[in-house]
């Protein structure tokens, strides 16, 4: 984080401003419209790098649960890295990979992909974190002022994720409780019975 | 003092005259061996907002065109991704309906938790237990509320037809029929309908002390409503019963068109089929008239769908695939009935068209290929309560009939010599317990559609 980077507001406006079809669906097992592997394609491309087909094939990862909305940040993440300031900056091909593979699926983890775009202060985590990836902060922060924030809006992203797991673990084994509970009873009146 | 210390729970607003008329229906001299207990389970509060479900249900349209989902469908599917489970580990929500994955009962098998939103209390959920033929036995998530407004939709079709349901205190509204060597069978009451009866009862011989007893209880309860299956209505029928009923309504089974006119002349009043699914509730009731079954229920979208999931052309067969629905416990998007039928546009709304379980399956005779419904045509005149038609690898044919309709084997017989001319066909006998799928086939090619 030792290299200036843009002015945060440039970045989390063009976030604001991202077209709609950067949150179409992501093509997958048949559906959706985007071929994201196109799109990271062209996306290396305008940084002047190519990467493998198999490697674009990879992109989501194996879960299949998790795919979609991997792919839908890695569209978003797309958006931003084709701002003229990224594309101006030479970025190195394998740190343009690792965002991709390891540093987007994260985001992924604790975020539905529009709130990148819809909410500020999840536009924000992505900014920060992106300039992070490839050693940039903010202008205008110093690296300790930034290395602050950028630790605030990813602690307060661990925590979502770690509550949000729990709760959710929490939640299933109880409606699993019940419902368990409940095939030793009848149920209620219907009119008809299928 | 009821002993039964789940009575109150069974019946939280049970007054003396809701007990003296469940009294009534279990005590009754020619009453059957009631075997379980249920009740309605309805929270004072609650009985307020089933009547305001119905009003709704009423009035409201069923104001879609087909391939353009209503404005609801997009806060439907908002709110579904911020509530439940396995769509919220999807991400953010589709921009678009047709851009969303279906799901199956498969699905739904694997782990229902994951399909109940956040905010349903667990402490009043309920279960139905549906066993389905595609080998995926379903736990499907209920509530009171829920299984009370089943009746919003029956009155919505029984009012096409000219019935406003109107029994009350003292009377007995419904009469669930069962006719199987075991039954969950019990009395309730329905605080909505002013404490008016519900009885679901076994016609099989085994529950009654005699079997005159069926026809006797019947007449001395005379329900407003009998509801049941193709197979207890056809036992109904031929019973010496001396009362018939306002309206009789038939779900489970497709009810073929020669028992609906045999009920019809039976009891000289109208008989409804409705098609009706534990993960959906009532969806639509045959419509002579509109050439189909017409959709019930406003809150729900219906595409369908082929085999690749992708929309199919208006007006042709496909998969029976809804979104919305009433169950709060289970918000269904693009969820695929394993049911086929098209979709169009008659005056009164969306009907579904030859509507038919399970995928097409289609026959070979004569030379030519025969579809599934070509079947069903053939056989809609005779008053069968359930058959099944399997054509085997070497192309031989065995219609099963269920034992109170193999009388009617010649007649079978004949009309399906329409299709397949003087090839031989079987007659297998089916017993009332087999949940077996209606048309199968072993023969090379049956499956493929044209």
Avoid at chain 2, 114 to 141: I, K, N, S
Avoid at chain 2, 218 to 245: F, K, Q, T, W
């Amino acid at each position: 984080m030792n290299k200036p980077g843009p002015a945060l507001e440039a970045m989390t406006r063009r976030l604001l401003d991202t077209p709609a079809e950067f949150m179409d669906e992501p093509r997958l097992d048949g559906m959706g419209t985007v071929s994201v592997a196109a799109l990271v394609h062209d996306l290396m491309r305008l940084h002047g790098h190519r990467v493998p087909a198999s490697w674009l094939e990879a992109l989501g990862g194996a879960q299949a649960r998790a795919r979609r909305n991997r792919l839908a940040v890695a569209m978003i993440a797309c958006w931003l890295l084709a701002d003229e300031w990224f594309v101006a900056q030479a970025l190195p091909g394998d740190a343009l990979c690792a965002l991709f593979m390891d540093t987007a699926p994260a985001l992924a983890e604790s975020t539905p992909a529009h709130n990148f775009v819809l909410d500020a202060g999840y536009g924000e985590e992505l900014v920060r974190v992106t300039l992070a990836h490839f050693g940039y902060r903010p202008a205008d922060e110093t690296p300790a002022q930034a290395q602050d924030r950028l630790a605030a809006v990813s602690g307060a992203a661990r925590r979502r994720l770690l509550e949000a797991s729990r709760a959710a673990e929490k939640r299933a084994r109880e409606v699993r409780e019940a419902l368990a509970r409940k095939a030793a009873e009848e149920a209620a009146d219907k009119w008809t019975r299928e | 003092m009821n002993p039964d210390p789940l009575h109150h729970e069974r019946f939280p607003t049970l007054s003396a005259a809701g007990q003296r008329m469940l009294d009534f229906m279990r005590d009754h001299p020619h009453a059957p061996i009631y075997r379980n207990d249920s009740g309605n389970r309805l929270l004072a509060h609650e009985i307020a907002l089933v009547h305001s479900f119905e009003d709704d249900v009423a009035t409201a349209d069923v104001g879609w065109t087909p391939g353009q989902p209503p404005v609801w469908v997009r806060d439907f599917i908002a709110e579904t991704f911020r509530t439940v489970p396995h769509y919220r580990a999807l991400g953010s929500p589709p921009r678009r309906l047709e851009d969303l994955a279906p799901i199956a009962r498969a699905d739904l098998a694997a782990d229902i938790a994951q399909f109940v939103p956040d905010h349903v209390d667990t402490a009043r959920l309920m279960l139905f237990l549906t066993t389905g033929t595609t080998g995926h036995p379903l736990v499907v998530p209920s509530h009171p509320l829920v299984a009370a407004r089943y009746a919003a939709f029956h009155k919505r079709a029984l009012r096409r037809v000219g019935i406003e349901p109107r029994y009350g205190a003292g009377q007995v509204g419904v009469v669930l029929l069962g006719f199987q060597q075991r039954c969950f069978t019990y009395v309730s009451v329905s605080p909505a309908m002013d404490e008016s009866g519900l009885a679901k009862i076994n016609l099989h011989p085994n529950d009654w002390r005699h079997p005159d007893d069926r026809a006797r209880y019947l007449d001395a309860m005379a329900p407003e409503i009998v509801a049941g299956d193709p197979i207890s209505l056809r036992e109904y029928a031929a019973l010496p019963c001396g009362v018939a009923p306002r309206a009789i309504i038939s779900v489970s089974m497709a009810l073929h068109a020669g028992l609906r006119a045999l009920l019809e002349e039976r009891f000289r009043c109208p008989v409804l089929d409705i098609y009706s699914l534990n993960e959906v509730g009532p969806v639509a009731v045959y419509d002579e008239t509109a050439g189909g079954h017409l959709l019930l229920q406003p809150n729900l979208y219906v595409e369908i769908l082929g085999d690749d999931g992708r929309p199919v052309a208006t007006g042709e067969r496909g998969e029976v695939t809804v979104t919305g629905g009433f169950n709060v416990c289970l918000p269904l998007l693009r969820y695929r009935t394993g049911d086929h039928a098209s979709l169009v546009v008659k005056p009164h709304g969306p009907v579904l068209e030859n509507l038919a379980g399970r995928r097409p399956v289609r026959y070979f005779g004569r030379g030519l290929w025969w579809n599934n419904v070509d079947v069903t045509h053939a056989l809609r005149a005779l008053p069968i309560s359930r058959f099944t038609l399997h054509q085997a690898a070497d192309g031989a044919l065995a219609l099963g009939l269920a034992a109170d309709s193999l009388a009617l084997a010649p007649a079978a017989l004949a009309a399906l010599g329409q299709l397949f001319g003087d090839h031989d066909i079987g007659i297998n006998p089916i017993t009332l317990e087999d949940k077996v799928l209606q048309y199968t086939s072993d023969l090379a090619g049956a499956l493929e559609t044209g």
